[in-house]
C-alpha cells in the first residue's frame, strides 16, 4: 500500500506543479499539453490512439479537443470512409506552441527527478515501468 499510495501522491505533485507553474502561463490543463505532446511525437493519429497515448477516456478526449479546437490548436480529419472515425492534427500554431513549450516542460521534469542520480532514475522509470505493465 505504500508503494502504491507513493506513486499516486508522487504523480499528482509532479502533475500539480506541472500546471501550476508551467502549463498555467499557457492556459493549458495536464490533460491538453499530454494531447498535443502525443500529437507531437506521433503526428496525425485516430482519437482513439490519442485517448490510450493520454491515459484518458473518449469522452474525456471529446471536451479536450473542443478546447483545443477552439484555440485552433489541433484539427480534426475525417476518415474518408467511416464517418464514425476521426483523427487529430497540430495546426501550425499547436505545432509553434509544442515545440516552445516542451523545453521549458522537459527542464521542470529534470527539476522534478533532480534529488535522484542517473542510475536511480532510470532504475525508477524502469520499476515504474514494470507496475504498469501489470494492472
Known amino acids: 500500500m505504500s508503494a ?3 506513486i499516486y501522491r508522487t504523480g499528482s505533485a509532479v ?3 506541472m500546471e501550476r507553474t508551467l502549463l498555467a ?3 493549458l490543463s495536464w490533460v491538453a499539453f499530454t494531447v498535443l505532446w502525443v500529437l507531437w511525437i506521433w503526428g496525425e493519429q485516430e482519437t482513439g490512439h490519442v ?3 493520454a491515459g484518458i477516456t473518449k469522452g ?3 471536451g479536450v479537443m473542443k478546447t483545443l479546437q477552439t484555440r485552433k490548436l489541433i484539427r480534426r ?5 467511416d464517418r464514425r472515425r476521426v483523427s487529430l492534427a497540430l495546426t501550425r500554431a499547436g505545432q509553434r506552441l509544442i515545440e516552445e513549450l516542451f523545453p521549458e516542460f522537459n527542464k521542470e521534469e529534470t527539476l522534478a527527478v533532480s534529488a535522484l542520480t542517473n542510475t536511480e532514475q532510470l532504475e525508477l522509470a524502469r520499476l515504474l515501468r514494470l507496475v504498469q ?3
Open 4 to 6: 502504491v499510495s507513493n
Open 15 to 17: 502533475r500539480n506543479h
Open 25 to 27: 502561463d499557457y492556459d
Open 51 to 53: 485517448a490510450d497515448e
Open 60 to 62: 474525456t478526449l471529446t
Open 77 to 81: 480529419i475525417p476518415h474518408r470512409n
Open 133 to 135: 505493465l501489470r494492472i
